[in-house]
């Protein structure tokens, strides 16, 4: 069987409905043949009452015919599926929904393979020759096939569009030059595809250079965790050994005690058996000397008694000095003493400068953007722990739970004074001073407002020295309808949801300064952008209603 034979067969036995070879095939009274669930399906779907269509012919049908089995063009798609030619050749691809297909094809239409600019049509690789054979044709414009053609066509003349409007950056026909469009700088619309080609060309240039610039970043960034990861775990280690050594030191000095209290105690033990031993000794012969004598006492006979008095009355001279007196029994209890004082000095070594280690460590520096964190767990990983300082709060505050809760109790109290204490405003700040990243919450209650000030805010009776009311402090309070931040002379009103805690964020070295309202979740109220120049302390301020309070929260 020839090749053209072959292909005029699978035109032949294809369904126009299911564009498959045909599968039971059956032909209709007009002559065209269908697959028969495929014609069946066909007539169910139809609307008109007792009337059937052919869907290639639309001939009508009245009543439906039926339908018979071909037989011939069974047998025929048959020897095609078993000669392996089920699938169409390369030259003869069906259009599906999806592909551009050939305006020239009649029948079954083929997948377009190329489109013409100038025809503004698709056409197949048959219908396609004559662009490649005529010389006329030769010069159209042919680019991959292309569903947009009608959108070179002007919607309102219906010509082709060759012309393209600066003014308007849009492409026209030469009709619309002489109308809506008369007087506007206009060129060709190759010359406007050069002018867009150079553009764009300058921002692939520009985006292929963002890329080189993003992925050097990403290799130094890279670079970076790297370098961060081997820089923790080598920290980490040595830590471990540093702190393996102050215990290996501390339990040197603790065995060095034990030893040197029990060398002492064997020494001072065998001291006091010795005495004991002699003092037993001396009892002994006191006891004998004192039986001689009573045995003396009750001799009868005068001379008898003056004869012998001189030889058991005489005492052999004694060397014992006693200096044991009475006292409370302390031997080792002023050791207890030393080393309870020595914990004590080295528990608030270790506070004060433990302090320290965790803002160093909020400090490392990385090249990533100053960003703050994104949720809680985050913030905490910057958390302090935070008390008020005694020496600065006003009199008629009350501080409690180791000074980490503040109340305003309107009583003078008899704090000694101070030159840092605040005295006209009830305001106290934190003992610490705080750099790097750090975060703090504050639970409060009445109205409080919660500050962050630096170390040398006025103390005196000055506006100046309350917090938020000068260019050393910054403060955020809570009103009736939302938040007031204060700030020299500066005052923001802020609306959002009204919470029982603040959480306040410091990156000092970026100069950020957050507020936050802490419930379940954390909403930024407002922050700050500057350059701080000192460390800053954490602070409350009280309006002047009795029982308020505001307390460190302690984060975990």
Same mark, same amino acid.
């Given at each position: ?31 065209? *043949? ?43 798609? @048959? #020897? ?17 929904? #999806? ?51 009608? =959108? ?6 219906? =010509? ?17 030059? !002489? ?19 150079? @553009? ?36 980490? =280690? ?79 001279? *004694? ?39 965790? !803002? ?9 953007? $100053? ?119 500066? #005052? ?54 009795? $029982? ?9």
């Amino acid at each position: 069987m020839s090749p053209n034979k072959l292909k005029l067969d699978e035109e032949t036995i294809s369904c126009s409905i299911c564009l498959d070879l045909l599968k039971h095939p059956v032909t209709i009274p007009c002559g065209h *043949s269908y697959c028969m669930n495929c014609i069946k399906t066909h007539w169910d779907g139809e609307d008109k009452k007792g009337i059937h269509s052919c869907p290639q012919c639309r001939k009508d049908f009245k009543p439906r015919p039926v339908l018979v089995k071909s037989t011939i063009l069974a047998s025929l798609v @048959e #020897e095609l599926r078993k000669t392996g030619l089920e699938d169409a050749p390369a030259d003869l691809c069906y259009a599906g929904p #999806e592909d551009v297909s050939c305006d020239v094809c009649t029948e079954r239409k083929l997948k377009a393979v190329k489109s013409c600019l100038v025809c503004l049509a698709s056409y197949c690789e048959k219908h396609l020759q004559p662009h490649y054979e005529a010389p006329p044709l030769q010069k159209h414009q042919l680019v991959e096939p292309s569903k947009k053609l009608q =959108e070179n066509i002007c919607p309102r003349h219906d =010509e082709v569009m060759k012309i393209f409007c600066r003014t308007d950056q849009q492409c026209i026909c030469y009709l619309c030059l !002489m109308d809506e469009h008369k007087g506007h700088k206009t060129v060709p619309a190759t010359a406007g595809r050069a002018e867009k080609q150079k @553009e764009l060309e300058a921002s692939r240039q520009q985006i292929q250079q963002g890329i080189q610039d993003r992925q050097k970043d990403v290799k130094l960034l890279q670079q970076e965790v790297e370098a961060i990861n081997v820089s923790a775990d080598k920290t980490v =280690e040595d830590s471990e050994k540093i702190f393996n050594q102050l215990i290996r030191l501390i339990q040197k000095r603790s065995s060095d005690v034990k030893h040197r209290i029990k060398s002492q105690q064997e020494y001072e033990v065998r001291r006091a058996s010795k005495l004991q031993e002699k003092l037993e000794q001396e009892i002994t012969e006191l006891k004998r000397k004192d039986a001689e004598l009573e045995q003396l006492s009750h001799t009868e006979d005068h001379n008898q008694f003056l004869h012998n008095y001189p030889s058991v009355s005489a005492l052999s001279e *004694s060397t014992h000095s006693s200096s044991i007196k009475s006292r409370p029994q302390r031997h080792f209890e002023d050791v207890t003493t030393a080393v309870g004082e020595l914990k004590d000095k080295l528990q608030d070594l270790l506070t004060e400068e433990w302090m320290t280690i965790p !803002m160093i460590i909020s400090e490392v520096d990385v090249l990533l953007p $100053g960003t703050e964190p994104d949720t809680r767990a985050d913030f905490l990983m910057y958390s302090q722990e935070l008390s008020f300082d005694p020496n600065t709060a006003n009199q008629e505050l009350v501080l409690s739970e180791g000074n980490r809760k503040a109340t305003l109790v309107k009583e003078e109290q008899s704090y000694p004074d101070h030159p840092e204490r605040f005295l006209h405003y009830h305001q106290v700040l934190s003992k610490k001073g705080l750099t790097g990243r750090c975060y703090w919450e504050v639970e409060w209650s009445g109205g409080v407002c919660v500050a962050a000030a630096y170390r040398d805010i006025s103390r005196h009776w000055t506006v100046k020295s309350a917090f938020g009311f000068s260019d050393k402090s910054w403060s955020l309070s809570s009103t009736k309808m939302g938040y007031r931040f204060d700030h020299r002379k500066d #005052e923001v009103v802020i609306s959002g949801p009204l919470t029982s805690r603040v959480g306040v964020y410091l990156d000092h070295r970026a100069g950020v300064l957050s507020f936050y309202s802490v419930s379940e979740t954390m909403t930024l109220l407002h922050r700050v952008q500057t350059t701080f120049t000192q460390p800053l302390h954490a602070g409350v301020r009280f309006h002047n209603t009795k $029982g308020n309070t505001a307390q460190f929260v302690q984060l975990e």
